[in-house]
């Protein structure tokens, strides 16, 4: 059975992840649970139509179980994560997926359930675990959690950069769940405030729910006409952040970590502080954070709460994790959180500009190509591309614990991975003259996927 994907179970809502598999899915969080003596689960969810019959479905799989319910309602995933501190949660969310998928999130303490707790669950469900006896099940009450977790990323923002006061920021909600939390949060600051698409609807009729350039536009115009100072994108749970200058053009994801991810390591006093990312992220990245005395780790994508626990295992103090779009920060909670992101990025915009806090980063050409590639190839090609690559960049400085990535002195840099998904090899590559770069790197893996087709 393979159910859990890198962000949780997700798809459609009559197909996929239907009444019926939430059901056995949450009986065996609940199960899973009481062997490891926990009996209280938080449940929330976010603002799509299908969202109350699959919490009322996880609410009776756990419960069936022998544990406990606390039902939070509609709440953005990173306040459930909060609320999950010192027991488990469920959370039902697809994300930036569209109007007619939904999925689920696993919590445990403040962390998303890793592969070994899913596996198990996975087991569980297969097996068909029973329900408890009769006597032993839980029940469920409702639990609010919405203005404990405001209140908190709203205290932990104040140790970065400056009150935002005269600070205009658009917030772009698109329908979803920050709807609830990034406006308010940033009002308490003292930030100024102007919203689009902050009604939640689980239609989203605003805009699709993925924060994208395209799907921003009406935020991005808004901000240019506005003379905002600039404006914040979310998708349907407010788990990812997007940035637009006054201009109206999306900052890029890695400068919005680079800013981040420095600011963490000069905040501390860690003695060997880390930041984790993924292999794809810039090394505008690790220019900032060595630029501020810390170091780089990187991770699959997906992963970066193993990530973190390497690092931390190793001996590293993690200051701040992410991946493009989603920042975990570390002080606060092991979660990913944009609503903190909104909080903290927009003190330091208080206190520096946007223009002053991007000032310091490279920002290189980036670009991203596919390559045509059958999925049972992948592997044999991925394993020639180990050899081919360093041998067309022999100057790289080569890591292969996840793809084939090539850092340059300049720190231009490559990264060639399968797809999880989908038939193709991607390149992902930032350098000075990247159209050229990239079609250099493209023709090294169209011969390996080439040679392993005639093979």
């Not at 689920?104 to 198990?120: I, S």
Request: glycine fraction near 10%.
């Amino acid at each position: 059975m393979d159910l859990f994907g890198t962000a949780g179970i997700r798809g459609s809502a009559t197909e996929r992840v239907t009444p019926e598999l939430v059901l056995d899915v949450a009986r065996a969080l609940g199960a899973h649970a009481r062997e490891a003596g926990d009996r209280e689960f938080v449940v929330g969810r976010d603002g799509r139509v299908t969202g109350p019959a699959l919490a009322a479905a996880a609410e009776a799989g756990i419960e069936s179980a022998g544990a406990d319910v606390r039902r939070l309602g509609q709440v953005p995933t990173p306040a459930l994560a909060f609320a999950s501190r010192g027991r488990r949660g469920v959370m039902l969310t697809a994300s930036h997926n569209p109007p007619t998928d939904n999925g689920v999130k696993a919590f445990v303490d403040g962390l998303e359930y890793g592969e070994a707790a899913e596996a198990a669950v996975e087991e569980r469900v297969a097996a068909g675990d029973p329900p408890a006896d009769w006597d032993e099940w839980g029940d469920g009450e409702r639990e609010d959690v919405l203005d404990a977790y405001r209140s908190a990323v709203t205290e932990y923002a104040r140790g970065f950069g400056a009150d935002p006061e005269g600070v205009r920021v658009a917030v772009d909600c698109g329908n979803g769940m920050a709807s609830v939390a990034t406006p308010q949060v940033l009002r308490a600051l003292g930030a100024e405030v102007v919203t689009l698409n902050a009604t939640v609807d689980g239609h989203f009729p605003g805009r699709e729910s993925k924060p994208t350039a395209e799907s921003l536009a009406d935020l991005r115009a808004f901000v240019a006409d506005d003379g905002a100072d600039f404006g914040i994108g979310h998708d349907g749970d407010a788990d990812r952040i997007v940035v637009v200058d006054g201009d109206g053009e999306v900052v890029h994801e890695d400068t919005v970590l680079a800013i981040l991810a420095e600011r963490y390591v000069r905040a501390g006093d860690a003695d060997d502080p880390v930041v984790v990312t993924t292999p794809n992220a810039s090394g505008r990245i690790d220019e900032r954070v060595e630029a501020a005395g810390g170091r780089v780790e990187r991770v699959a994508l997906g992963y970066l709460h193993d990530g973190i626990a390497s690092a931390r295992e190793a001996g590293g103090d993690v200051v701040f994790a992410a991946e493009p779009w989603k920042h975990v920060h570390t002080a606060f909670g092991g979660w990913i959180d944009a609503v903190a992101s909104a909080a903290v990025f927009a003190r330091l915009v208080a206190d520096e500009g946007l223009a002053g806090l991007r000032a310091p980063v490279t920002e290189r050409p980036y670009r991203k190509v596919s390559v045509g590639c059958p999925d049972d190839d992948k592997a044999a090609a991925m394993d020639r591309l180990g050899e081919t690559l360093p041998a067309a960049f022999p100057e790289a400085e080569v890591h292969d614990e996840y793809g084939v990535r090539l850092t340059f002195a300049d720190a231009s840099w490559t990264l060639v991975r399968p797809s999880g998904t989908e038939p193709y090899v991607r390149v992902y590559a930032e350098h000075d003259e990247v159209d050229r770069f990239v079609e250099e790197v493209a023709g090294v893996v169209e011969a390996a996927v080439e040679t392993v087709s005639d093979e």
